[in-house]
């Protein structure tokens, strides 16, 4: 369509403006500044120089007039060839605007064929990888006209970028596998350092997140020493009677040498109750406790 790519043809003869009486005009402003230039304004000639300056004022509005007069003239034929420019531009753009639509449409169809057909390549992948398919996240860059053949295939460089994401979710998932085997032999909670881990931005190493493990597991017992040895202080004060029972020294207050321990249970709601139960009938007290939550485990 050469007749929608063709240049507008304009004939443009650059408008001449001439001031028939420059020299006149130039000569009166001239002898005007040099007259009033540096003048000294007395009480002796105030209503003078009142009138002076509204001659000068009356001067400037003439030569302003004339210019805003002349500026009129000269922008009117480039305001008509505005207008007939704008008009069509104005009809064109409706036109662009509704193929605008239309291809958004279809750009929208092609975009959900593209991620039909990565999902259904991920789904297959998966099984390979034993990586579920939900743990991979689909790139932008992935619908991308250049990762597809003509017939709706993926192409090299698609099935590369697809191949890397489960390589990068597999290392994960045996990162994540080996922490909480060595969080289980520590006899730690594994959720917390699991946890970050999940984050589709961590791409650290299971060795970082079990030297944390350590790290940790080192305080708890650097506390629980601490303990007993303020423990063994204490012992030291106290002494037993004759009946058994315990008493400090010092205060002369009377000393239960009792357990404390924590533990997480895991198990049905029947089971869990029952436990519940036998510790308030065992008469040991719960200092603290968690709300329960729901979890969900395969069936062993």
């Not at 002369?252 to 519940?276: P, W």
Request: hydrophobic share 35%; glycine share 4%; proline share 3%.
């Amino acid at each position: 369509m050469n007749e929608l790519t063709a240049q507008p043809k304009v004939t443009y003869t650059p408008a001449k403006i001439e001031l028939n009486n420059h020299e006149k005009i130039a000569e009166l402003v001239k002898q005007a500044v040099e007259k009033y230039d540096g003048l000294v304004v007395t009480p002796e000639t105030l209503s003078e120089c009142k009138a002076s300056r509204a001659e000068l004022n009356k001067l400037i509005k003439a030569l302003n007039q004339k210019r805003i007069d002349i500026h009129k003239e000269y922008e009117k034929p480039y305001n008509e060839f505005k207008k007939q420019i704008d008009g069509w531009t104005n009809e064109l753009s409706v036109v662009v605007a509704q193929l605008k639509d239309g291809i958004s449409v279809e750009e929208e169809k092609e975009q959900e064929e593209r991620k039909a057909v990565v999902e259904q390549l991920i789904a297959e992948m998966s099984v390979n990888y034993h990586v579920p398919a939900e743990n991979i996240e689909i790139a932008k860059s992935w619908l991308n006209k250049g990762m597809f053949t003509k017939t709706m295939k993926p192409a090299k460089k698609l099935l590369e970028a697809v191949k890397g994401a489960f390589d990068v979710a597999l290392h994960k998932k045996d990162a994540i596998e080996t922490v909480r085997r060595y969080a289980h032999n520590m006899h730690v909670d594994a959720e917390p350092y699991v946890r970050p881990m999940l984050a589709p931005e961590w791409n650290g190493i299971a060795s970082d997140v079990m030297a944390l493990i350590d790290e940790d597991c080192e305080k708890r017992e650097a506390l629980a020493e601490a303990d007993r040895e303020q423990v063994e202080a204490q012992k030291e004060q106290l002494v037993k009677t004759s009946n058994g029972e315990l008493v400090n020294q010092e205060t002369g207050e009377h000393v239960q040498e009792i357990q404390q321990v924590t533990f997480t249970l895991e198990g049905t709601k029947e089971a869990i109750d029952k436990v519940a139960q036998a510790i308030i009938e065992s008469g040991a007290q719960v200092t603290y406790k968690t709300s329960r939550k729901t979890i969900l485990k395969g069936a062993e």
